[in-house]
């Protein structure tokens, strides 16, 4: 579509001359009146006065008609117009579409993201040159190739948003990176979004179409669970982005039987936390029941309860790593063979000073040894180090208290990557998730430390059996699923609509690149297991985001072209004023030389008398 913009619009107020002139033409007097002794001799007079009302002196006044038209395209020619028009017809245009969480919202009907649906279908109507489609979830995809017009509509017909966060910058990196085959050397990008997580400055040379109007929303941020004596200990926050405090009713239900009922008070932009204790394992589902602009953070899971890890022992025996996986409720695997495929079975595998191997993806706990394809390096062994401080913030380290652990001696752990949790003079506790593997080294070995005298190691081994297989049971919309195969070759991964797909086990694991759905999933198998999935926090804050008018002009400009058409205007103007001086001149007397010139007479106005 063209648009006109005006690079001097204050001119436009010279459009107020219009009235000015059409006023003092009713106003111009073109008789002087004269009394007369009688206007008995005068009606056709008369009749002539009625004509020349001011009201009656606008009818068919083409002079009139052609100043105003004259005064008006010089007023509009000094407003400096300017009509943007496309870059080229025939260019190539990727379309990138936001499938956040967000696009759900209805503040603008009957979505953001089917408003921006439509408005992408608009623009695609006038595009001439080859299309792209890319859908900008949590990992942006090419929903069409390079492809014409229609087989593009049918694509982006088929988007629908998620549950998920959108890359749209990394979809944007992509866009700028495509190229027809035999087309321009750069294509044109256009981004549909609602900006609400996007607080960056804009790409230049990319057009934003910003959806959404409102940011009041009252949705769940955070559901955690954690088993306490009794029970499970469920913590609820909920957030609300709006001006106004907001009374929300609260729901919580275990495997689909409500167990807690309660209302909850939600300051202005700020939380609320609700806490409950329900009784029983399963998946816990939390609800609030509140009109606003976005359902999709209304509702919220968790995992109450705990599963027995499966844990596999490998190495050297130690009775205090046995009483302390007893302590665990550890489920303790034996297999008459250690082999990679063994190790699969595990939900956690302990390698107890065993020499350093490759890990296969897995969970892992390496005790005084490490692996060779773990982004740890060794350089020799420290003694009698001391421990200086320690992540107390972190899960694996929570309630436990290192101060008066000694040790001997450890490895000197030289890592390049992962967190350290525990250091001396050098590191002791490390670690690590990537690569399907996650895993936590302990560098000193369990026959150099005091540790399994102290109340801290128990504490510490079951919170890294926590960590280490409890996380793949609530993951948040747009993450990757990867889970341990125990084994198996084959299983179904079961969505909350209830459709099933199939998956196959690659190096021991199970891989969904991502989960774009809130709720319950399983995993279905020779084993059952159950996770949950829910919508990130960040995708609560709905408030759409504009870029600067900076920006967003010189986006547009390096698509857009304008095209002044203020001279135009000019030779208008000009070419109006010369039509009026003609008609003007043809309406003036005509001199004769069988006439005697007569000197300018007054008109005769008749006055009663």
């Not at 953070?297 to 968790?302: C, E, F, K, V």
Request: hydrophobic residues 45%.
């Amino acid at each position: 579509m063209n648009a006109v913009r005006f690079a001097a619009p204050a001119a436009l107020w010279l459009l107020l001359l219009l009235p000015l002139i059409i006023v003092l033409y009713m106003l111009r007097s073109r008789r002087e009146p004269m009394p007369v002794s009688s206007i008995l001799l005068w009606q056709r007079t008369r009749r002539d006065l009625a004509a020349q009302l001011p009201i009656r002196r606008l009818e068919r006044s083409v002079l009139l008609l052609l100043q105003l038209l004259a005064v008006a395209a010089a007023a509009l020619a000094l407003a400096q117009p300017q009509m943007r028009l496309a870059a080229g017809r025939g260019e190539a245009t990727v379309f990138v579409i936001d499938l956040s969480a967000s696009m759900q919202a209805t503040d603008v009907a009957p979505s953001r993201f089917e408003a921006a649906r439509r408005r992408a279908l608009d623009r695609m109507q006038s595009v001439r040159g080859p299309v792209m489609v890319i859908g900008a979830g949590a990992r942006p995809a090419i929903a069409a190739e390079w492809t014409n017009r229609d087989a593009a509509l049918t694509a982006l017909s088929r988007l629908q948003p998620t549950d998920g966060p959108a890359a749209v910058h990394q979809a944007i990196g992509l866009a700028l990176a495509q190229r027809p085959a035999g087309g321009p050397a750069t294509s044109r990008v256009v981004v549909f979004t609602d900006g609400s997580q996007e607080r960056t400055s804009p790409v230049a040379g990319v057009e934003y179409v910003i959806v959404g109007r409102e940011s009041r929303n009252v949705g769940i941020t955070r559901v955690h669970a954690e088993p306490v004596p009794g029970g499970t200990h469920v913590v609820v926050q909920i957030g609300n982005t709006g001006a106004q405090a907001e009374q929300v009713p609260l729901s919580i239900s275990l495997d689909g039987r409500r167990v807690v009922s309660a209302r909850v008070s939600v300051p202005a932009h700020g939380t609320a936390v609700s806490t409950a204790v329900v009784n029983g394992d399963g998946a816990i589902k939390a609800e609030v029941l509140v009109q606003d602009f976005l359902t999709a953070d209304n509702t919220a899971y968790g995992i109450a309860g705990r599963a027995r890890p499966r844990v596999l022992v490998v190495g050297e025996t130690d009775r205090a790593l046995d009483e302390a996986l007893a302590a665990a409720e550890a489920a303790r695997l034996s297999v008459p063979r250690i082999t990679p495929e063994t190790l699969t079975l595990a939900d956690v595998v302990i390698l107890n000073g065993t020499p350093p191997v490759s890990l296969p993806p897995g969970n892992y706990l390496l005790i005084g040894t490490t692996a060779p394809n773990l982004p740890v390096a060794v350089d020799g062994i420290v003694r009698n180090p001391v421990t200086l401080r320690w992540r107390r913030g972190h899960p694996v380290l929570r309630y436990v208290d290192l101060s008066s652990v000694q040790i001997a001696e450890t490895l000197n752990l030289r890592p390049a990557g992962g967190e350290v949790l525990a250091e001396g003079q050098v590191p002791l506790l490390w670690a690590y998730t990537g690569s399907g593997i996650r895993a936590v080294i302990l560098g000193f070995s369990l026959t150099n430390t005091d540790l399994a005298l102290h109340p801290a190691f128990p504490i510490l081994l079951s919170n890294a059996l926590e960590w280490l297989a409890g996380p793949a049971l609530v993951l948040e919309a747009g993450q990757p699923l990867v889970v341990t195969a125990r084994g198996e070759r084959e299983a179904r991964l079961i969505d909350p609509a209830g459709l099933a797909r199939a998956l196959v086990a690659r190096d021991g694991v199970f891989t969904v690149p991502s989960l774009d759905r809130a709720g319950l999933y399983t995993l279905q198998g020779r084993q059952r297991r159950q996770f949950v999935v829910s919508v990130p926090a960040a995708e609560s804050e709905i408030a759409p985001h504009t870029p600067p008018s900076s920006a967003t002009q010189t986006a547009r400009a390096a698509v857009d072209r304008a095209v002044s058409i203020w001279p135009l205007l000019i030779g208008a103007a000009v070419a109006l004023l010369c039509l009026e001086w003609l008609l003007w001149l043809r309406t003036l007397p005509r001199a004769t030389p069988s006439r005697r010139a007569r000197p300018s007479g007054r008109a005769l106005r008749p006055t009663s008398g």
